[in-house]
Structure formats: C-alpha cells, structure tokens
C-alpha cells in the first residue's frame, strides 16, 4: 500500500511539472550523410611524339637504323574520367617533322585503366583501337592505310588541380600490312610512340 502511495506521488509530481510548462529534454537521433565525391570529368590535351616506323623484321634503335624512319608528331587528345580508375580517350596524331622518307597521321580509340598512386601521381595504361597511315616525302615507295589492336603505358603528375602533365609509350601498330621501301612485295610495319605533354581537365 505504501509503495502505490509512493508512486502516485512520483506520477502527480511530474504530471504537474508537464502542466506548468516545466523543461523536458527531447534527443533527436543524429544521422549522418555519406560523402559523395565526384570524380567524373571531362579532359583535353596536346603532346609531342618521338615516332619510330620501322619495318616489323627490324627491332626498334633510338638511332638512325636501316628500315626505320624516325618522326615528331603532335598529338591531341580528348577523354572523359568515369572515375579515379577508368576513363575513355581519343588521340589523333600527325607529323610535323620527319628525318627522311615518312610523313605520318592516325587515331586511336582507348579504354584507360588508372591507378591513383597518391594524391598528385596516376599509373595508367591504354587499350584499344585505331588506324595509322603513312606515306613517302620521297620517291621511295611508302604505303601503309590499315587499322589494328593498339596499346600503351604512361603515368601522368597533378601540376595543378586542372592541369596534369603526363609521359606514355604507344604501339599503334604491330605487323600491319603496307608497302614499306618496296613496291613488289607487300611487308609488315611497326609503329612505336613516346610522348610527353599537357592535359587539362574542365
């Protein structure tokens, strides 16, 4: 009996507290939103191209070699970061200067797997298609119009938040039909690039 009496005391106590307009504490719950980081974005560059075309029976030499023409091409690119790991890229390149018998333009249609080493420095490599054409500055019978698999190496360094230096190596082509320093038989040719140059992304 005295403990009813005892809680219908506690009960009325705070009944009244509530009417007089005494303070009650409410805790709302708190709910944290994740962060959702966009890293999408739309780039475009502009490069030069160390380019060596070469009959496929004869190995890539830094050097003046038999069989092997050297070029400078510029080349321009265009790509679309879908995130920090993958992005899609098109190249177009196309001579500017030539050490004897070559002039020479293609592109090429990537697929850019990346990896963000840190912050600033990305390793990334390029996989897809395209098409190379080269023809003679002489009368030295030059004819190559073909398209192939094409593939290729780079790292590229944040100068900036938009502005991206970047170094790669492409194979834009490996044993491809053409006309290269003959017009009897037809041969295989192999196109080596080494690039280096300025990416700017929006």
């Known amino acids: 009996m005295k403990k009813n009496i005892v809680a219908l005391s506690v009960l009325a106590a705070i009944s009244t507290s509530l009417f007089a307009g005494g303070n009650v504490a409410v805790i709302a719950p708190v709910v944290e939103e994740p962060i959702v980081v966009d890293n999408s974005s739309f780039y475009v560059g502009l490069g030069l191209s160390a380019v060596f075309a070469r009959d496929a029976a004869v190995s890539l030499d830094f050097s003046t070699a038999p069989g092997q023409d050297r070029l400078g091409n510029v080349t321009f690119q265009a790509g679309y970061n879908f995130n920090e ?14 050490e004897t018998n070559i002039e ?48 290729g190496l780079g790292a590229s360094y944040d100068i900036t938040e938009n502005i991206d230096i970047f170094a790669d190596y492409t194979n834009l082509a490996n044993d491809m039909d053409g006309y290269f320093y003959t017009s009897t038989d037809q041969t295989q040719v192999d196109v080596d690039t080494f690039n280096v140059g300025l990416t700017y992304k929006f």
């Open 85 to 98: 790991y993958v992005a899609v890229e098109g190249r177009y390149t196309t001579s500017f200067t030539h």
């Open 104 to 151: 020479m333009d293609g592109w090429s249609l990537f697929v850019k797997p990346q990896y963000p080493v840190t912050e600033d420095f990305n390793i990334y490599a390029l996989l897809g298609f395209g098409g190379v054409n080269l023809d003679s500055v002489t009368t030295k019978i030059v004819d190559v119009d073909d398209t192939s698999f094409q593939w």
